[in-house]
């Protein structure tokens, strides 16, 4: 395939595990978080780490939006659409998340509630239009790459003048919840959080740009590599890394630059600054409440959100207490050492962030980490 | 062969089914003998008794039943009709079987076309014709308007087996060659290509196909070698091959380069964000085959034209966790595991 076989290259691979090889210290151990799960995915679908020196150890962060969306926010969902007048569309990885005491939208569908899969923003407004005295809510999710859609919908719904369609907001924000896993003070009073450097976002920064991370890695000391999503990205990214740490470095790098640039993409900042606006703390599953991580919609657009407009609100739901997915998404403890891994909590039935998507770190363990050998606890 | 009596013609160009063609009296009378046996026609169906009755030779028999709700009812490469034939006729012929008798029953829903009902009754008899079986039971069922998607089939088929076969997905030992009759993902990729919300532009047409004389061919090149055999429906070949790593205590490990995939259906499926292993085929078989027969078998598949791109993708390997492993691409090596999810309901 033209323009992806490129990055795909087995050749130029082996060159780059040979440069990261050459370049690593036996002396120490590189511990680096790749921040998204494409790139999680990217290091398990073509066995990445079969390809890094053994002390090179890759930790998957919490950038899989489904999985950091905690068990309140389904909830909500649910509470909105059991209304008999809501039509809610959702994308189709929604489906299965956990909301509290078994519920999730794939439960409401089965009873009988009116919840469309759609693969755009755009089929929101197809629907809307074909079920006039309908009320149609878009469940908004994710991180800047996925909101200048949903800013541009509500532009579309404002000027065509819709009266039925509304946004249930959920989306959130990469460098506060990267800020939140280094700020643990829980953490840092046990020696700092263990983790090197970071591979940052690849479609988030095409938005929001490099500059955003700056701070972090002035403030945290820690070396921020801005990569693409293919394989060679990666490999890449984690030789600029290794380089940056051996050189006491922590400077926010740019591997993608062929999509993103250090002030990302004005237009589409443009637009989501005109539609949205910071909430105060938002909570993620698996690191609480998150102070300026998630958007709610300005008072101007007031209408338009489904929050307002069915004066629904947020009831927490408290995380399994055993959940260990706060220190593991740290890269502090491994998914072994959580109680609940592999007895209650498995990809069937998971019960926190790290074991929702396919490529959690706890559901990645389960699958992958087996087959390299370790310990992983039996079912008791 | 219509039946004398009716008052009028059955409105095949614009008529459309009514809750009366279901009903047990003329309409229903009418509708069976002016359009299914039209399209099946048979001596058992002429017979026009509530059960077809056939002899039987000594030996083994195989049975199998599999409903059909596919969704668009027409697609690229087929329809719910030819795609419901061939897909019974592939589960009897996995186990070595020659298929023979099929039965159908429909459940269509109240205001369906006459003319789609008759496309889809002919491409079933064109199936069942060109993989040499005879559909000889039917039933026929109206639901009031909403309470079906157009149509469902269900369809249930019998063959015989011939003396001192028995494949089975428990018998397949270390060393064993894994064999792939072709490119993979391709009826899946059709039927998206179509779905209302996600459709795109593709020239992949389904694969959807009659296996029998494949598996007869494969059979007769590598004669006691075959462990056994399935076609990768739903869940694909990452299903099918988790399946008998299960079944038989062993664990597979695939070469990624080795495995067939045209570049149109790995294009949807990068865009897709799905993996062709875990799509949906139709036409095609996966078999594990000892290593001594596999050369032979892989070569007489070749040859055959439904598997002129048939390849040897891995072998069984001991592993306690009965993994299929995969070295990628790439190099490196990852586990191809079973869907956790829904990849795309209704798909076959």
């Known amino acids: 395939m033209k323009y992806s076989d490129e990055f795909r290259d087995k050749i130029i691979a082996q060159g780059l595990a040979r440069a990261i090889d050459a370049e690593v210290s036996s002396q120490r151990a590189y511990r680096f978080m790749e921040f998204c799960g494409g790139h999680t995915h990217a290091i398990s679908r073509y066995g990445l780490e079969d390809l890094l020196p053994a002390n090179v150890r890759m930790i998957h962060g919490p950038g899989c939006p489904v999985c950091v969306l905690p068990a309140s926010r389904i909830d909500m969902a649910i509470r909105l659409v059991d209304r008999p007048e809501v039509t809610l569309c959702v994308y189709g990885d929604l489906m299965r998340a956990p909301g509290s005491q078994g519920q999730s939208l794939l439960r409401a569908k089965a009873l009988g509630a009116d919840i469309r899969m759609v693969y755009s923003t755009l089929d929101a407004i197809r629907l809307a239009e074909q079920m006039p005295g309908r009320e149609v809510v878009f469940f908004a999710i994710g991180f800047e790459t996925t909101t200048p859609p949903t800013a541009n919908m509500i532009r579309i719904a404002e000027s065509k003048r819709m009266e039925g369609l509304s946004v249930f907001c959920n989306h959130v924000l990469t460098p506060s919840a990267m800020h939140s896993i280094l700020e643990n003070p829980k953490i840092r009073n046990t020696g700092g959080v263990p983790i090197d450097g970071f591979i940052g976002p690849a479609h988030v920064s095409t938005i929001i740009g490099t500059q955003p991370y700056e701070p972090l890695a002035e403030q945290f000391e820690k070396p921020i590599v801005v990569a693409g999503f293919e394989p060679l990205d990666v490999l890449q990214a984690i030789l600029m890394l290794v380089r940056q740490v051996n050189q006491h470095r922590y400077e926010v790098e740019n591997q993608y630059s062929r999509a993103v640039t250090r002030e990302g993409n004005r237009r589409a900042k443009g637009e989501v600054s005109q539609v949205f606006e910071l909430r105060d703390q938002f909570e993620w599953r698996g690191l609480g409440l998150v102070p300026n991580s998630g958007l709610k919609l300005k008072r101007s657009y007031a209408k338009f959100d489904a929050e307002t407009r069915f004066a629904t609100r947020d009831m927490p739901v408290a995380d399994n207490p055993a959940c260990e997915c706060c220190a593991i998404l740290r890269g502090a403890k491994r998914p072994v050492d959580c109680k609940l891994f592999g007895n209650i909590c498995t990809p069937e039935t998971p019960i926190g962030a790290c074991m929702v998507s396919s490529e959690g770190a706890c559901a990645a363990y389960w699958t992958y980490g087996r087959v390299r050998g370790e310990q992983v606890r039996q079912r008791s | ?348």
């Open chain 2, 1 to 348: 062969m219509s039946m004398k009596g009716y008052p009028r013609k059955l409105d095949v160009k614009s008529g459309r089914v009514e809750l009366s063609h279901g009903s047990g009296g003329r309409a229903m009378a009418q509708l069976i003998s002016d359009l299914f046996h039209q399209a099946f026609g048979n001596e058992w169906l002429a017979r026009c008794n509530d059960q077809a009755a056939f002899d039987v030779s000594a030996g083994r028999m195989v049975m199998t039943t599999d409903g059909y709700v596919v969704t668009p009812l027409f697609f690229p490469g087929g329809n719910i009709g030819s795609m419901a034939v061939h897909g019974t006729i592939n589960d009897v012929a996995m186990s070595g079987a020659r298929p023979l008798y099929l039965s159908a029953s429909f459940i269509i829903e109240e205001g369906f076309h006459f003319s789609d009902l008759k496309t889809i009754a002919d491409s079933m008899g064109a199936a069942a014709r060109g993989g040499g079986v005879h559909i000889i039971a039917g039933d026929t069922k109206v639901v009031e308007r909403g309470k079906a998607d157009g149509l469902f089939i269900s369809v249930a088929g019998i063959g015989f087996v011939a003396d001192g076969l028995d494949l089975s997905a428990d018998k397949v030992r270390v060393g064993d060659r894994v064999l792939v009759s072709g490119s993979l993902g391709d009826h899946g990729v059709a039927i998206m290509s179509k779905r209302q919300n996600v459709a795109f532009q593709t020239e992949i047409v389904s694969d959807s196909a009659a296996l029998h004389d494949l598996v007869a061919v494969m059979l007769a090149a590598g004669p006691g070698g075959i462990r056994v055999m399935r076609d990768p429906t739903r869940g694909g070949l990452a299903a099918a091959l988790n399946e008998i790593a299960h079944q038989s205590d062993v664990g597979f490990h695939l070469q990624e380069s080795t495995i067939p995939v045209k570049p149109a259906v790995a294009a949807a499926c990068e865009l897709l964000g799905l993996e062709p292993i875990h799509v949906a085929n139709e036409g095609k078989l996966v078999a594990i085959v000892a290593p001594e027969s596999a050369d032979a078998v892989l070569a007489a598949m070749k040859a055959h034209p439904l598997a002129s791109d048939a390849a040897d993708i891995g072998e069984a390997v001991a592993d306690d966790h009965k993994f299929v492993q995969m070295t990628t691409g790439f190099g490196g090596r990852r586990v191809v595991d079973w869907l956790w999810g829904e990849q795309l309901p209704r798909i076959c």
